[in-house]
């Protein structure tokens, strides 16, 4: 089989990159097969923030409108609270802003994105399928599956996660680190309307966020030492969610438990490359971060949208051609950078042990909440 894109990787972010790129005849290799039969009741324990950009862009895939409005919520203010006292507050309406962001369960808007995938004849999902290896020349990308498929490609994209099988076989090293704290998720209902309010908490170490869901309703993410996540995942859910009424300090009402948590452990990865002959990476293949900063599919939609853009604006009709390769590449590099540095600055900065370091870090959270210009930047920066 031949194709001028084969996507390997049926996250959200491999889903995004095969609607985005439908334009070209293009396969999507995906582990699992879609199951898009009747919505579950239960919510989803993960759920993401997504940017005003990344909204507008999953909504001209056609994905964003194809979400059930009593699933999804506006985040319109952020207060972010330091180790002593200190806080800072972005708000969208000062900022001249709807909203900051929108939270969405993981598996509605992977639903969502497997449906508007549906619509576009010229995406062929191949599905159950597991890459057994992949072989590059000059001319293509050949990935042969473990029964014994071979497909050709002009491209090869990688969106197959941190362990991405794509950047393995294509020779891109990637730099990791483990954090040596594990992400616990739960969804809770609350005594007390959130408001559209984005909660978190900075705690030596250890960061607590409460998303707001529909009604009355919030999403924890709270990372933690691997101890005591051992200790809070042991716990019943109730007990669990007495734990993370008393760590919001009680700011939503008591909490009562809606899902039953989920842990993962939390490591950073850089992958050294974006590119390799014949390929591209996107999404957690290329970069992990901490998810203090709720930026983790934020960054991976937005390399979808600049391969996109790089492939579509250029005359080239070869979308494996390494020149195009290489401006998506110089596109990325910066936001990522930049993202980077951003991330494990406040990990480190509010980890760090000492008086010095907390006077340093609180007396910043309170001075940037007093200047107006610089929220403003921040809330733009974020809203990409």
Known sequence: MKFDVVVVGAGPVGLAAACALRGRSVALVAHEAPRLGDRPASMDARVYALSPGNVAFLR???????????????????????????????????????????????????????RALESHASVRVLAPAQCQAIEHSSESARLRLRDGTDIDAALLV??????????????????????????????????????????????QGPVLALLPLPGRCVSMIWSL?????????????????????????GIVGSLQPLTAARSYPLRHLRAARLIASRTVLVGDAAHVVHPLAGQGLNLGLQDV????????RQPVSDPGDERLLRRYERQRAEPILAANVAIEGLFRLFGAEGRGFATLRNLGLNLTDRLPVVKNLLIREAMR
Not at 185 to 194: E, M, Q, R
Not at 226 to 242: I, Q
Not at 306 to 311: P, S
Request: glycine share 10%.
């Open 60 to 114: 001209s895939l056609g994905a964003w409108q194809l979400l059930d409005p009593a699933r999804i919520a506006a985040i319109r203010t952020m207060r972010v609270h330091g180790d002593r006292g200190s806080c800072i507050e972005l708000d969208a309406y000062r900022a001249g802003a709807p909203e900051l962001a929108w939270t969405v369960e993981d598996g509605e808007l992977q639903r969502a994105l497997w």
């Open 158 to 203: 990688g969106a197959d996660g941190a362990g991405s099988f794509v950047r393995i076989q294509a020779g891109i090293a990637a730099a990791t680190r483990e954090y040596g704290q594990v992400a616990l998720v739960a969804n809770f209902s609350c005594a007390k309307d959130h408001g559209g309010v984005a909660y978190q908490w900075f705690q």
């Open 305 to 312: 949208r600049a391969l996109a853009e790089v492939l579509a």
């Open 225 to 249: 030492p691997a101890e005591e996540a051992s200790r809070l995942v042991a716990l019943d859910d109730g007990a669990l969610a007495r734990e993370a009424t008393e760590a919001s300090r």
